[in-house]
């Protein structure tokens, strides 16, 4: 069984810093894509940031130059870096795995259980 745990979350000061960690546990093929996802109360899931195997990085505009997203293949890990944090950051964060369970199955998408991370002004 597959299980994504994320760790690091928790109440800053606007302006502070976070580091979240996501380690992939379970049997599996290959790892593809990693990512974190956020979720604001009363709003939609949305892409912060992802990274492939290769270490091609992607970043959602709002969070470009305030957040790193760095991955440890070998642990099959992948972290966020979160600075200049802003009130509006709060919100549940999420990671995300593109992963196979065998080399011949699909690519499927497995999640964390989420951690929170609240902002204040």
């Known amino acids: 069984q597959v299980q994504l745990v994320e760790s690091g979350g928790g109440l800053v000061q606007s302006g502070g810093s976070l580091r979240l960690s996501c380690a992939l546990s379970?049997?599996?093929?290959?790892?593809?894509?990693m990512a974190w996802y956020r979720q604001a109360p009363g709003k939609q899931r949305e892409s912060v940031a992802s990274?492939?195997?290769?270490?091609?990085?992607n970043y959602a505009d709002s969070v470009k130059g305030r957040f790193t997203i760095s991955r440890d293949n070998d642990k099959n890990t992948v972290y966020l870096q979160m600075n200049s944090l802003r009130p509006e950051d709060t919100a549940v964060y999420f990671c995300?795995?593109?992963?196979?369970?065998?080399?011949?199955?699909?690519?499927?998408?497995?999640w964390g259980q989420g951690t929170q991370v609240t902002v204040s002004s």
């Open positions: 379970g049997s599996i093929f290959s790892i593809n894509v």
């Open positions: 990274t492939t195997t290769t270490g091609h990085t």
């Open positions: 995300m795995a593109l992963a196979k369970l065998q080399s011949g199955s699909t690519w499927d998408a497995y």
